[in-house]
């Protein structure tokens, strides 16, 4: 058995007691200075150091704002698209636009538009937001110039090379890039030509993707906006054929020469359809073919550019059609530029060839060599020739609204800007 006992005593019993007095300061110790280390150091004036015996001791909170999100929607119906507009088809914005262009109130709202529109202009005249200020400082360049350089180079396969006479672009991003080449150099006997046109990818100068293998040489060859895999072109014994891409460097499908033009054919553009089987061609003959490409035996519709008031056409006073001018917004109108220097608008759906050819116009001395509807305003269009550009408007038959001095380069051929609808390139 285990015997505790436990000693008790009061703590103010034993130990000293603590007295506390206020009193100065006690000298401990006084060391003085050695000057013969004084070599060591290096004397700095002033000084100012702290010293804190004690460790310091700290609590702290941070925390950083938190950011709160909120999602709202909001239904735009005013300003906004009618709901039977698809605005992934390009055609049907243009088609509400021109619905609305002839709507009786449009001119009138658009006046008073006019008004406020004048207004923020002239405050943006009257002040040069691009003032300099500071004169120490070297003026930049408002515009930056203009260059290119050369990518790629492709080149003609064959020996004499030719001329290339038509390019187009493939509708799948424009990967691929079809070339004809043909020398139109009338009644030319040129020993070992090739009649051979070439298909090239955009990133593969070296060697072309196809060769297309005809029996004569195309003069024009275009893609079909819709089957990236077909192509038609125009040869220059005035047949017309159809290439599918898939099916080797033969055409699918030929004319027949007693159905075909008696000229080279200098054109041709497929038109917008929902099957995307039709298309057009053009000759200096003097006659456009409408075909579909699952019958090339005959054309499905002729017109012969005779602007006589007769009322049988005949060949022999047709204008030779130069270039042809079709915008897929207005399916059944197109525009046809002939040697004559006369450009005829034309709407398919007149009854007989004078109705076809509603309206013509004197624009060039020579042959008209390149003809572009513009893409923003369609009733304006660009013709090429005489080293010469001019813009015309169907409204204004007289003479041209817009025209360039005669360069001393010719100017072979002209398109509107994709971009800026008010800039041409030469």
């Given at each position: 058995m285990d015997i505790t006992f436990a000693y008790q005593k009061k703590r103010s019993e034993f130990g000293r007691q603590c007295l506390f007095s206020d009193r100065g300061p006690d000298l401990i110790d006084n060391l003085p200075s050695n000057r013969k280390l004084a070599k060591d150091w290096i004397l700095k004036d002033p000084i100012d150091r702290h010293q804190q015996c004690a460790p310091i001791q700290a609590e702290h909170y941070l925390n950083t704002m938190r950011a709160e999100y909120v999602n709202a929607a909001m239904n735009h119906v005013e300003g906004g698209w009618p709901k039977d507009v698809n605005l992934a088809d390009e055609e049907q914005p243009k088609r509400y636009r021109r619905k609305i262009e002839k709507d009786e109130g449009f001119n009138h709202t658009m006046m008073q538009l006019f008004k406020n529109m004048e207004n923020c202009i002239l405050q943006n005249n009257a002040i040069n937001i691009y003032q300099q200020y500071f004169s120490d400082v070297e003026e930049t360049p408002m515009v930056e110039k203009s260059s290119a350089r050369t990518v790629n180079v492709y080149q003609d396969q064959s020996v004499p090379t030719r001329p290339i006479t038509h390019i187009s672009w493939s509708p799948d991003n424009q990967t691929k890039l079809a070339i004809s080449h043909c020398n139109m150099v009338y009644q030319a006997q040129i020993p070992k030509e090739s009649p051979f046109s070439y298909i090239w990818e955009v990133e593969n100068p070296n060697r072309p993707l196809l060769t297309l293998k005809p029996q004569h040489s195309c003069v024009c060859v275009e893609y079909n906006q819709k089957d990236p895999h077909l192509l038609a072109s125009g040869h220059i014994n005035g047949l017309v054929a159809v290439w599918d891409t898939r099916k080797g460097h033969e055409p699918?499908?030929?004319?027949v020469t007693e159905t075909s033009f008696r000229d080279p054919v200098h054109d041709v553009l497929w038109i917008h359809s929902k099957t995307g089987n039709e298309f057009f061609s053009s000759s200096t003959d003097g006659q456009v073919k409408w075909w579909d490409l699952r019958k090339l035996a005959e054309p499905t519709e002729t017109l012969i550019l005779d602007h006589t008031r007769d009322e049988e056409q005949q060949l022999a006073n047709a204008l030779g059609?130069?270039?042809?001018?079709?915008?897929s917004t207005i399916p059944t109108r197109f525009m046809v530029g002939t040697e004559q220097g006369i450009v005829i608008n034309c709407n398919r759906k007149g009854k007989s060839a004078l109705e076809k050819m509603t309206s013509r116009y004197t624009c060039q001395f020579g042959p008209v060599l390149a003809l572009q509807r513009?893409?923003?305003?369609?009733?304006?269009?660009l013709t090429i020739g005489d080293w010469t550009a001019k813009i015309w408007s169907e409204d204004c038959r007289e003479s041209c609204i817009m025209w360039t001095s005669f360069h001393k380069a010719?100017?072979?051929?002209?398109?509107?800007s994709p971009t800026r609808y008010l800039s041409i390139h030469s």
């Open positions: 699918v499908e030929l004319s059609a130069s270039v042809l001018e079709y915008e513009n893409p923003g305003f369609v009733k304006n269009f010719m100017l072979t051929h002209g398109a509107w």
